[in-house]
């Protein structure tokens, strides 16, 4: 047979990649040489290639039908005196395999990977759902396949890291630890449970098979608790929430924290672990705001003397600490009225409130009539528009229609005057009037 290297180079026309490709798939198909492909589009140069490959004329047809057999034929009674199976591998660099023998090929090596991990294991809980992902179910299995096919070598390194940190939960129940401790004890690495990190994530579905849950939207808020309920408690001063003119009831432990607060105009910033001990809140209307820039300019205006208002700011996308805060408040009887950006995110973190507290939520300068009454807007990108022609808000039917049709976003700081009239008028507190 001739030299490897000529038989690269007589091959090295476009034409024939496109012949062989579609050859290779046939094959694959089949199992074995037969059939006939397909060449369509083939330019006048193409053609006489193929012509001089294939023996005969192919010069006026711009698509041309060949048997693989044919192929096969002329490669075995050509200098290279090699077989259609034994070239194709050759000219693509990779074992050509037929589709049932590669999948037979790629399930056995799928089991062996789990074998392997099956070995690592302590407990029941850990093999039970090891043995449903081999078999291609439990929960985090999507997110397995799809670590695996990216890298099978650091894919076992993570699963190997879960079921260990899943082991040491079965085993030792009830201990309370902080998640970044347990991290690094782990892994060497406190954030290696974070809520970007795949193991962090692999962890997550790893707990729903422990407690029997089905898989939930992974986020922070519901990692929280999952985790928490495992033992594992996150970090609960970082997460934070702004607020100003919260009122406790009398005799409340925290009751002088909001006196003080309040007497001075000054806001609070409560982190998530002010929240897990009881507060006795009065039942008020809280008004929200996504803007902490906003939360600051009503701040700005009161006057000496002036009642402040129950305020809450989210900061954009609520914290774990905002949503536990607004819970607790909602809990405790008061009413969310929420204002908020009029983009496709402002309308999100909008709906996501409105789910969240039912009949308890009110917008508060946050409907088609603010919108339309705004003094200045930008106009929306491209791709907002996008968004924004999926979505829906369910207090006001006709906001995102007047906002396709207006074409443009009006942020909260171009509202904050009439915010602020609103809230410091006196008579339209008492009344609880939204808008």
Not at 205 to 226: D, I
Not at 274 to 298: C, D, H, K, R
Not at 339 to 359: K, T, V
């Amino acid at each position: 047979m001739s030299s490897y290297r000529e038989m690269q180079y007589y091959f090295s026309h476009d034409c024939f990649e496109k012949l062989f490709d579609a050859i290779s798939k046939k094959y694959r198909s089949l199992g074995r040489v037969g059939g006939a492909v397909k060449l369509n589009e083939l330019s006048p140069e193409e053609r006489d290639v193929l012509s001089g490959f294939l023996g005969r004329d192919c010069r006026d047809h711009a698509e041309v039908e060949i048997k693989l057999q044919e192929v096969d034929d002329i490669l075995q009674q050509s200098r290279f005196d090699i077989t259609l199976p034994e070239f194709l591998p050759l000219y693509f660099g990779a074992e050509i395999l037929p589709n049932k023998e590669a999948a037979l090929l790629k399930s056995r090596k799928w089991s062996v990977f789990f074998a392997g991990l099956q070995e690592q294991t302590l407990t029941t809980v850990t093999r039970d759902w090891l043995a449903e992902l081999a078999a291609g179910r439990g929960t985090g299995y999507r997110t397995v396949l799809a670590l695996y096919r990216h890298s099978e070598h650091q894919t076992a390194d993570l699963l190997k890291a879960c079921i260990e940190a899943m082991d040491r939960l079965v085993q030792f129940p009830g201990r309370r630890q902080r998640l970044p401790v347990f991290a690094a004890g782990l892994t060497g690495d406190p954030h290696a449970l974070d809520l970007d990190k795949p193991l962090g994530r692999l962890l997550f579905s790893g707990l729903h098979h422990m407690y029997r849950l089905s898989e939930t939207e992974y986020g922070a808020e519901k990692r929280k608790v999952l985790f928490s309920r495992a033992g594992l408690e996150e970090d609960d001063v970082s997460s934070n929430v702004i607020v100003a003119g919260l009122q406790v009831q009398s005799g409340d432990p925290r009751e002088p924290v909001f006196t003080a607060s309040a007497a001075a105009a000054s806001p609070l910033l409560l982190p998530l672990r002010f929240m897990e001990q009881p507060t006795g809140w009065l039942p008020l209307t809280v008004y929200t705001l996504e803007n902490p820039a906003v939360f600051s300019a009503i701040l700005d205006s009161a006057g000496d003397g002036a009642k402040i208002p129950a305020l809450v700011c989210t900061s954009g996308q609520p914290s774990v600490a905002a949503l536990k805060l607004l819970d607790q408040l909602v809990e405790a009887g008061c009413t969310i009225c929420y204002g908020g950006d009029f983009d496709p995110r402002g309308l999100e973190i909008g709906q996501r409130l409105a789910e969240r507290y039912g009949a308890s939520f009110r917008p508060w300068y946050f409907d088609t009539a603010a919108y339309l009454q705004a003094p200045k807007g930008v106009k929306l990108a491209s791709e907002q528009i996008k968004k924004l022609a999926g979505q829906r808000v369910s207090w006001d039917s006709q906001l995102v229609e007047s906002m396709l049709h207006a074409g443009k976003a009006v942020y909260q700081e171009v509202l904050v005057e009439r915010m602020i009239k609103h809230l410091f008028n006196s008579e339209s507190v008492t009344r609880g009037r939204f808008s």
